[in-house]
Structures are given as structure tokens and as C-alpha cells.
């Protein structure tokens, strides 16, 4: 079974400033697709950014990009100039086969 | 476009009730998802279909809860009996098949047991 792993329960950054948020996973597939979603506080479920295993190139999404180091089994998700809207709780999903898993989540705040 | 549609958006209901959660997933899409979230555990899969057939269940936690998936825009899951460890967000999620789809979450039902 796969495994995802946020080590950090919560984190905080100041509006403008950029912030990483970890990920790592566990796995002996070598084709899966990571994502990353952000749930805000009314609840809803929304997709930030994926990536396919198989691309070395690290997707990005306006100020939204990913570190992904496929040896590390590791996938970051760093935002830029942050802003109010970014609070919200992340999570990290490993896809297989279309079965996701998620990581516990990291709690993040965006201090104005 | 219309996003997948959960029903209720809440539900506070006392123990022993029989509760249904309702799902109309994205049209086109062929594979539903039933999660549930808690404090306590996160994002937990209970169940999902692949066109309209149940794929995996080994998350459901008991006998108590069942899934079903009678068409392709139309999905339950039911408890019966509930109980108050059922109290949580149940989401609904759909993607196209293929397992490279991201998956698209309806907002979730709110489900209280008192």
C-alpha cells in the first residue's frame, strides 16, 4: 500500500513571502501521479497541481510549482507571493491505477 | 459546467437512523469515489466504481455502511444503523477512468449523529 507523509502539521507565512510545503511518499511503482489539493475553510476540495512521475520537469501553475524528486520519492509544493486566499488546509495525493491516498494535511496561514 | 453534486449539504440525525448520502458524479465521468474526513483519521477512500462497478470496498469500516452506484449519474451510500462515530464529511469525487484523471470533489455532506 502507499503511504504519504506531510510532516508538517501546520505552517504560516506572511502575505508576499513564499512558503514550502513537504511531501514525501512511499512506493515501489515506477509510473503514479502525484497532486497537490488545497481544501479552504468552506470545505471544498480543489485541485492545485498534478504531476506524472514519468516527466522530470516540475509543473508549475502560475504561482504554484512543485519540486518533485522522483529518487527522494519526494514532492514539495512551494507557493509564491502568497496571498490572503492561499489559507488553507494542503494535502498531498499519490494516484496508482486511479486509487488516491492522501497525506494528513498541513495546516497553512497566510498572516497579512 | 456542473461540478459533482453531493446531497445533503448537512444531516444531524440521532443514532440508530438510517442515513443516505447522495452523489451525482460529473456526466461523462466513470469512476466515483466515496471518502470520508475526520479529525481524528484525515481522507479516508471508502469506496469507489469504475462504470458503475464497485472496484475497491476495503475501506468501508463495517458492515453497517454499503455503497451503491445503479447508473452512471447516480451513486448512495447508506449507514444503517449510524452511530456517532460515523459523525463526519463524506465527500464524493469523480474522474474519468484511465487512473491518470485527477479527481473532481463535490462539497462534501456534513453528517452529525447525536
Known amino acids: 500500500a502507499q503511504t504519504v507523509t506531510q510532516s508538517q502539521p501546520e505552517m504560516s507565512v506572511q502575505e508576499a513571502e513564499t512558503v514550502t510545503l513537504s511531501c514525501t511518499y512511499d512506493?515501489?511503482?515506477?509510473?503514479?501521479?502525484l497532486f497537490w489539493y488545497k481544501q479552504p475553510p468552506s470545505r471544498q476540495m480543489i485541485l492545485v497541481i498534478r504531476?506524472?512521475?514519468?516527466?522530470?520537469q516540475n509543473a508549475t501553475e502560475n504561482r504554484f510549482s512543485v519540486n518533485f524528486q522522483k529518487a527522494a520519492k519526494s514532492f514539495s509544493l512551494k507557493i509564491s507571493d502568497s496571498q490572503l486566499g492561499d489559507t488553507a488546509m494542503y494535502f498531498c495525493a499519490f494516484m496508482k491505477h486511479g486509487d488516491m491516498r492522501f497525506g494528513a494535511g498541513t495546516r497553512l496561514t497566510v498572516k497579512p | 459546467d456542473a461540478g459533482v453534486i453531493q446531497s445533503p449539504r448537512h444531516e444531524v440525525t440521532e443514532m440508530g437512523q438510517e442515513v443516505t448520502l447522495r452523489c451525482k458524479p460529473i456526466?461523462?465521468?466513470?469512476?466515483l469515489f466515496w471518502y470520508r474526513q475526520t479529525m481524528m483519521r484525515g481522507l479516508e477512500l471508502l469506496i469507489y466504481?469504475?462504470?458503475?462497478?464497485?472496484?475497491?470496498d476495503s475501506g468501508m469500516p463495517e458492515d453497517r455502511f454499503s455503497a451503491k452506484m445503479p447508473n452512471a449519474s447516480f451513486s448512495t451510500l447508506k449507514i444503517q444503523p449510524s452511530e456517532p462515530r460515523d459523525s463526519a464529511v463524506y465527500f464524493c469525487a469523480s474522474s474519468l477512468a484511465g487512473g491518470s484523471q485527477p479527481q473532481h470533489f463535490g462539497d462534501g455532506t456534513r453528517l452529525s449523529i447525536l
Open positions: 512506493t515501489s511503482e515506477n509510473n503514479y501521479y
Open positions: 456526466s461523462g465521468h466513470n469512476s
Open positions: 504531476q506524472e512521475a514519468y516527466k522530470q
Open positions: 466504481f469504475n462504470n458503475n462497478v464497485p472496484i475497491d
